[in-house]
C-alpha cells in the first residue's frame, strides 16, 4: 500500500536539489529524502513510562566536480536551505582531494525494474490501544511464575517510512516502507541472584505480530529459565549458538568479505574468492526481492538493481560485497550492496533445536553475547557469554560469567550444523548453528 502522492512529494525536492546542483556547476549530483512517522509507547510495573510520537525528515545531497566529492544535509525543505545545502556541499567538494576511484555508478547497472514488494503495512493504532498492549505484554511476563520480581518494562512501536532516492544519470524512485514491534524484558529472582532476559517481535505487517500475550510469556519463559545460573571452569568444547545469536556470527563474516574491508586489506578473508571457507554443506544467499522481507529492496543506496544470488555455494566464497566505490577500489564490479545486503539466508539443515542439542551433545548453548571481541583483521574472537551447558542433549543448568575465544576462520571452517530453528525477525535469516569446538574462560 503506497501513498504515491507523497512519494512524489518527496520526488519533487530531490529533483529540485539535483536541478541546483546542475546550475552550481557540479559534473554529477545524488540526493536522497526520507519521512518518519511513528508512535512508541512503553509501561512499566503497570503505569504508562513514555509515550513518544515521531516525526523526523533529513535531506542529503552529495555533489561532484569530477572526482571531487562533497555532501550535505538538512532538514528544512524551504527553497532557501535546499539551496544552501547544495551550495554547502559544493564548496567541500571544490576543496576535496580528488579521488580516481569516486562518482556515480554504471549507468548500466541502474535498476529499471520497481515490483511491489509489500513492504508498507500501516497499523491503526493510537496511543491508548499500544499502552493497552504494553500493559498486557508486561502482565503476560509478570504473572508467568512467582520468582519474577521486577520488570524493565514492555514497548509497542509502530513506524512508517517513505524514502526518496534520485541522481543526475536520470534515476529518479522512492517507496514506503513499515516497521512495528512489541517488547518485553523481565527480572526474577533477588540480590546478587537476580535474572534478567527479553522477547520482542518485529514485522512489517502488524497482523503477523506474536501477540502481546505471547511476546510476554516468552520474556517470562526466557528469564526463569536463567535462575540459578553459574560459571563453568574452562575448557574446550563444542559451542552452539542460538539463532538470534548466530545472525551476529553471519554477520562477522559478512563484515571480513564486505569492500572496505578489502580494500583497506583489514579482513580476515583477503584473497578468499572462489575458495573454501565453510564446510560444502552451507549456503547462503541473498534474496533482495522476497515479497515483504525485513531487508527487500529492488535497488540499493545508489540505485544500482538488486539481484538474487549465492554468496556462499558449497562452503565456497562466490562474491564480495560491494558498492560501486569498494568495486573500483578492487578492480570488480558492484554487486548492487550499496548500504548492506537484503535478506540474506542461510540454508537450514534437517535438525529443529531439539535435534540441534542432540547433535550438541555434550558442550555450552550461547543464548547472549556480551562485548565487541571481534578482530575483523586477524579473525580472533573473545566475547563475554551466557547461556545453558547441555549434556547428552539435555539442558542441565543456566550458564554466565564466561568468555567464549577462537579464531572466525577457523570457527567458520568448523561449522557441524545449521539448524532449521530460523530467527525471521531480521535482514539474516539463520538457525542455530553448531561449532565443533570452542575455547571457554570461567573459574
Not at 525528515?57 to 528544512?76: E, L, M, P, R
Not at 563453568?232 to 542460538?242: A, E, I, K, Q
Not at 539435555?394 to 577457523?410: C, D, F, H, R, S
Not at 545449521?418 to 553448531?434: A, E, F, K, P, W
Request: aromatic residues 6%.
Amino acid at each position: 500500500m503506497q501513498n504515491q502522492d507523497e512519494i512524489n512529494r518527496l520526488k519533487t525536492v530531490v529533483q529540485q536539489l539535483l536541478d541546483e546542483a546542475k546550475q552550481q556547476g557540479a559534473s554529477a549530483a545524488e540526493a536522497a529524502f526520507s519521512v518518519d512517522n511513528g508512535l512508541s509507547v512503553s509501561a512499566r510495573l503497570g503505569d504508562v513510562e513514555t509515550i513518544e510520537y515521531h516525526c523526523d525528515q533529513g535531506i542529503g545531497v552529495t555533489v561532484y566536480f569530477g572526482q571531487q566529492k562533497g555532501s550535505a544535509s538538512t532538514n528544512d525543505v524551504s527553497a532557501d536551505s535546499l539551496k544552501e545545502t547544495v551550495k554547502a556541499a559544493c564548496s567541500i567538494a571544490r576543496y576535496a582531494s580528488a579521488d580516481e576511484f569516486a562518482g556515480l555508478p554504471d549507468p548500466a547497472l541502474l535498476a529499471t525494474e520497481f515490483p511491489d514488494l509489500d513492504l508498507n503495512h500501516p497499523w491503526a493504532i493510537d496511543a491508548e490501544k499500544a499502552i493497552t498492549l504494553a500493559i498486557e505484554c508486561e502482565n503476560a511476563a509478570r504473572d508467568y511464575n512467582v520468582a519474577i520480581t521486577n520488570s524493565e518494562g514492555a514497548s509497542v512501536n509502530s513506524h512508517q517510512g517513505t524514502r526518496v532516492f534520485g541522481n543526475s544519470l536520470g534515476f529518479l524512485q522512492g517507496y514506503q516502507s513499515s516497521r512495528h514491534s512489541i517488547s518485553c524484558s523481565v527480572l526474577a529472582g533477588s540480590g546478587d541472584a537476580m535474572q534478567r532476559d527479553y522477547w520482542y517481535s518485529v514485522a512489517r505487517n502488524a497482523d503477523l505480530l506474536e501477540s502481546a500475550q505471547q511476546v510476554g510469556e516468552k520474556a517470562g519463559q526466557r528469564t526463569i529459565a536463567r535462575i540459578g545460573a553459574r560459571s563453568l571452569t574452562s575448557r574446550h568444547c563444542p559451542v552452539m549458538f542460538s539463532a538470534e545469536m548466530a545472525s551476529g556470527l553471519i554477520g562477522s563474516l559478512l563484515g571480513a568479505i564486505s569492500g572496505s574491508s578489502l580494500y583497506r586489506k583489514s579482513s580476515f578473508l583477503l584473497d578468499s574468492l572462489n575458495t573454501q571457507i565453510l564446510p560444502d554443506f552451507v549456503h547462503i544467499h541473498e534474496q533482495p526481492l522476497l515479497i515483504g522481507g525485513m531487508g527487500s529492496a529492488s535497488y540499493d543506496a545508489e540505485g544500482v538493481a538488486t539481484h538474487a544470488g549465492d554468496i556462499v555455494s558449497h562452503g565456497v566464497l562466490q562474491t564480495y560485497i560491494l558498492s560501486s566505490y569498494s568495486a573500483r577500489k578492487l578492480g570488480m564490479q558492484t554487486t548492487g550492496n550499496a548500504g548492506g545486503v537484503h535478506n540474506l539466508i542461510v540454508e537450514s539443515g534437517e535438525h529443529d533445536f531439539a535435534g540441534m542439542l542432540k547433535l550438541l551433545g555434550t558442550g555450552l548453548l550461547v543464548t547472549e553475547l556480551m562485548g565487541q571481541g571481534v578482530n575483523r583483521v586477524t579473525g580472533d574472537y573473545s566475547r563475554g557469554a551466557s547461556g545453558f551447558w547441555v549434556e547428552n542433549g539435555v539442558i542441565q543448568y543456566p550458564v554466565q560469567e564466561i568468555t567464549i575465544a577462537g579464531n572466525l576462520k577457523t570457527m567458520l571452517r568448523n561449522m557441524v550444523a545449521i539448524g532449521n530453528d530460523v530467527d525471521l525477525r531480521g535482514n539474516t535469516r539463520v538457525g542455530s548453528i553448531l561449532l565443533e569446538q570452542m575455547a571457554i574462560a570461567g573459574e
